[in-house]
Nanobody
Framework: QVQVAESGGGLVQAGGSLRLSCAAT????????MAWFRQPAGKERELVGS????????YYADSVKGRFTISRDIRKNMLYLQMNTLTPDDTSFYYC????????????WGQGTQVTVSS
């Protein structure tokens, strides 16, 4: 069974950058898409960006367009989120998730990694 684990979170000053990594263990052959979500304290979870696994099509939330970049390494089963020009509003727990082909939505989730942006 596929599992994911995030890493790379931390504390950064506003204007700085961080790169999050997501390692998928197990087969990703049945993956439809992978994505990064975030959930700030006391707020709803939101989709940051996603990538279709077969063809690489990407989606970004308006709030991160031009600042965040999703990439992947299929051979290593890795997903990345390069975050630039960070602001305090980006402070959140960030989660990696998989939308399997057999599912209706993202159904494999990691434990998350905290990103804190200081002003």
């Amino acid at each position: 069974q596929v599992q994911v684990a995030e890493s790379g979170g931390g504390l950064v000053q506003a204007g700085g950058s961080l790169r999050l990594s997501c390692a998928a263990t197990g087969s990703t052959v049945r993956t439809y898409a992978m994505a990064w979500f975030r959930q700030p304290a006391g707020k709803e979870r939101e989709l940051v960006g996603s990538i279709r696994w077969p063809n690489g099509d990407k989606y970004y939330a308006d709030s991160v367009k031009g600042r965040f970049t999703i990439s992947r390494d299929i051979r290593k089963n890795m997903l990345y989120l390069q975050m630039n020009t960070l602001t305090p509003d980006d402070t959140s727990f960030y989660y990696c998730a998989i939308h399997r082909i057999i599912s209706q939505s993202y159904d494999v989730w990691g434990q998350g990694t905290q990103v804190t942006v200081s002003s």
